[in-house]
């Protein structure tokens, strides 16, 4: 039934192939394009023996070039240290506060501080900073500080930690449970006369000036006699808007009954000078730094 | 399927071409254009340009390194590379304004394929003579001292042109006169040396060996031309109506039944892509026009007028069968398609100007700290964080003042500093971090989400910017 298909001259030759009286045309491929393709393949074939390719059981072939990605960024690695230790040995031996003065120190510092901080920090202290409210991990961004603000303390506090057993300078002191010290009543009237001392509602007005008594006799020698705490013993600000633990009622008994006792790790085992400072600097320049 | 037994191969021999000189209007016109686009290329780098101390003094460079992308007066930024892809765009819809117009006149006239290529066969030509010779020094079989001698010639200067053209591009990403420097005395950066030696061989390889293979087999343009033509596009073409039947014995008896054509094969031996421009459009063809100034020089030696191969319009073709004359060339060339082409292209151009003049020579982006989105200080004041960053595109270092328009209640600190100003260096970016500070029992403290706006200052000129951002008070949490 098909008619032979037409034909015009100066059409190319036909393959040869005809199905149900289809032709196809002859527009050969040049010659060295075929040649590039086999040396694609060849190039390929010797391109997985010079590097990582053929699966194996337990692991695939290590290619004769001995290329690998994890040497790759451990080389990486090693140039970013290298090309950082000059940097880091100025940033580890220069007077702590003159590094704010020097711009390229300090940015330097400040980024470094970064990394370490997203690093060995933000497990408890978030990676905001914000530490977790009402849960005793400070906030690392607002003005009030246990141990001192500015950037020796900071410096300090990082590389001893808080009441650890692993290192003889970490910060040291400790509240007692005053359940075992003070009635169970006193014990309500120090944390309604604490409400005051910050400007809030007591919980019962009565039990205030009682309150004021205990708080004298109890508290007043490490918080101060106004509640404005004493950076030296870690005794934080009780007239502030900053709770570590929570300044409600319920809260403020519950620390007063069975005290708290927040522990910071030392990093002087873990990290470097260089680091230390490096972190330090950073949450000095978060907003709260003295 | 049937298959008979002698298939011919799938794969065919490149045919060398030997393209013959020829002269005439076209092929001055591919000479100046050759001229001043190589010139172009490798004089560009070396331009110098005063922008002041802390800046580079070369009119044109990709400064990778830096992030910056100079061009004479115009400097752009990371942030505006929107002006690049406007350009990209502009190129794109040039492509397809003088493709309908014109067919292929970037392929003929202007693609660095077409001109180096050129180039290169100049070059072949000095050095082993004209078609004739050069088609008897490809038979010669025996690789005798001239032969090798020839052949080493021209290799040698392809090989010198493809290492300027590689160097001629490495000066475009770093400061030539230093870069030279550099790469003579061996010190400059192997990214340098391996750009230089890839696009040293690319060249040679291309220009000298591939040449129309790469128009024909590699490069995806002509196939996506072929649906930017119509029949008014004026394009290179034979009147095969005034040349056929054609004819080499003019004396010959029955010959006042011939055409114009004598079948000197003139066009043929100067096409570089090596097609019979006879047979009709071709795909191979780059609308070089060389066959034009072939075939009009021999249409005058026989006394016959020109343009038997010449620019035309396939539409044209009935009327010119018909012994009328072709309609002029601004009929073909003015038609809604390329007016609106033209529009477009304008447009964008347009556009892109007046972005480039109104842009603001200091600017900043604001990123408020989410996180966490407002931090209670110990007298109960209630701070937002913002990253500010401060960009100067002046050539010196600017004292930038920062303001805010919101809430009197608030207050705008610096970290770092005392003071709501800061030293932005040259041609930089700088990360500054504010504070805005809300006292306790403020509403604005104490409310939910405000507006607020930053405005920087230029404290050494006065001008100005503003960006808008959000302020949450206790009430957001």
Redesign the interface.
């Known amino acids: 039934m098909s008619k032979p298909s037409q034909k015009f001259e100066?059409d190319p030759?036909t393959?040869?192939?005809?199905?149900d009286g289809i032709e196809e045309f002859?527009n050969?491929?040049?010659?060295?394009?075929?040649w590039v393709f086999y040396l694609t393949i060849i190039w390929g074939i010797g391109y997985t023996i010079a590097y990582p390719a053929w699966p194996g059981i337990t692991g695939a072939s290590t290619g004769l070039l001995g290329w690998s990605s994890r040497a790759l960024v451990d080389e990486e690695l090693q140039e970013a240290e290298a090309a950082n230790a000059a940097i880091n040995e100025r940033l580890a031996s220069v007077e702590l506060t003159a590094i704010?003065g020097d711009p390229e120190l300090?940015t330097y510092a400040t980024q470094a501080g970064a990394a370490v901080f997203r690093t060995w920090c933000t497990q408890c202290h978030?990676?905001?900073a914000?530490g977790v409210q009402a849960s005793g991990y400070p906030?690392l961004?607002?003005?009030?500080w246990l141990w001192g603000g500015d950037i020796e303390n900071i410096h300090y506090t990082i590389s001893h930690g808080i009441r650890n057993e692993d290192d003889d300078d970490a910060r040291y002191s400790e509240m007692p449970a005053f359940g075992e010290i003070l009635e169970e009543e006193e014990i309500t009237q120090v944390a309604n006369f604490v409400m005051t001392l910050s400007?809030e509602t007591p919980a019962d007005a009565a039990a205030v000036e009682p309150g004021a008594i205990v708080y004298e006799d109890n508290c007043a020698a490490c918080h101060g006699d106004a509640g404005e705490g004493d950076v030296f013993q870690g005794a934080p600000?009780l007239a502030?808007?900053?709770w570590l633990y929570g300044g409600d009622y319920d809260t403020l008994v519950e620390t007063v009954t069975y005290s708290r006792y927040g522990v910071m790790p030392p990093w002087t085992p873990r990290l470097s000078e260089a680091q230390i400072r490096a972190v330090a600097i950073y949450v000095h320049?978060l907003?709260g730094g003295q | 399927?049937?298959?008979?037994t002698?298939?011919?191969?799938?794969?065919?021999?490149?045919e060398p071409i030997f393209p013959r000189r020829v002269s005439g209007p076209f092929r001055h016109l591919k000479w100046i254009i050759l001229i001043v686009t190589l010139g172009i290329y490798y004089v560009t780098p070396w331009i110098r340009w005063d922008r002041g101390p802390s800046l580079p003094d070369q009119a044109v460079l990709l400064d990778l390194a830096n992030r910056r992308f100079y061009f004479f007066w115009i400097e752009i930024w990371p942030h505006e590379f929107y002006f690049v892809a406007g350009l990209l765009i502009m190129a794109g819809l040039g492509l397809f304004l003088f493709t309908s117009a014109m067919g292929r006149v970037w392929c003929g006239y202007a693609c660095p394929q077409t001109v180096w290529t050129d180039l290169y066969i100049l070059v072949e030509r000095w050095i082993e003579g004209d078609r004739n010779a050069r088609l008897r020094l490809h038979r010669q079989k025996k690789l005798d001292a001239r032969k090798i001698r020839l052949r080493l010639t021209k290799w040698a200067v392809w090989l010198l042109i493809g290492l300027a053209t590689g160097g001629a591009w490495v000066f475009y990403f770093a400061d030539a006169p230093n870069l030279l420097r550099d790469l003579v005395t061996g010190q400059a950066h192997p990214v340098a040396y391996t750009t230089m030696a890839i696009l040293t061989f690319t060249t040679f390889f291309f220009g000298g060996f591939a040449r129309e293979?790469i128009c024909i087999?590699a490069c995806p343009w002509p196939r996506i031309q072929a649906a930017m033509m119509d029949e008014d596009t004026l394009t290179v073409g034979y009147r095969e109506w005034r040349g056929e039947p054609r004819g080499k014995h003019r004396k010959a008896e029955g010959a006042e039944n011939l055409g114009d054509c004598i079948d000197c094969m003139a066009c043929v031996n100067v096409c570089p892509v090596g097609i019979d421009i006879r047979?009709g459009q071709q795909m191979e063809c780059i609308t070089c026009a060389l066959c034009i100034d072939a075939c009009d020089g021999i249409m005058a030696k026989i006394g016959k007028p020109r343009g038997l191969i010449d620019y035309l319009a396939l539409s044209d073709e009935d009327r010119e069968k018909s012994g009328e004359k072709p309609r002029p060339a601004w009929q073909h060339i003015l038609r809604p398609r390329t007016m609106l082409y033209t529009v477009l292209w304008a447009g964008i151009g347009i556009a892109m100007v007046i972005a480039l003049f109104v842009r603001p020579e200091i600017d900043m982006t604001v990123a408020p700290?989410r996180?966490?989105i407002n931090?209670?200080?110990?007298?109960?004041a209630i701070?937002n964080?913002y990253d500010i960053r401060l960009r100067n595109k002046h050539g010196d270092a600017r004292q930038f003042n920062l303001s805010l328009n919101g809430d009197p209640a608030m207050r705008i600190a610096l970290?770092?500093t005392p003071y709501t100003s800061v030293m932005v260096p040259a041609n930089a970016t700088l990360l500054q971090?504010v504070?805005i500070t809300a006292p306790?029992g403020s509403s604005a403290a104490a409310g939910g989400l405000a507006n607020i706006r930053f405005w920087v200052e230029d404290l050494s000129n006065g001008e100005r910017a503003f960006k808008d951002s959000t302020y949450n008070g206790r009430g957001t949490q």
Do not use: F
């Not at chain 1, 050969?28 to 075929?34: F, G, N, T």
């Not at chain 1, 961004?141 to 009030?144: S, V």
């Open positions: 100066g030759t393959t040869g192939h005809s199905w002859n050969p491929l040049p010659r060295w394009w075929v704010a300090n978030g990676s905001g914000a906030n961004l607002d003005d009030d400007g600000n502030d808007a900053i320049g907003g | 399927m049937t298959n008979s002698d298939a011919p191969s799938l794969y065919a021999a490149r293979q087999y047979n700290v996180n966490p931090v209670t200080l110990s007298d109960g701070r964080t970290e770092g971090r504070y306790r």
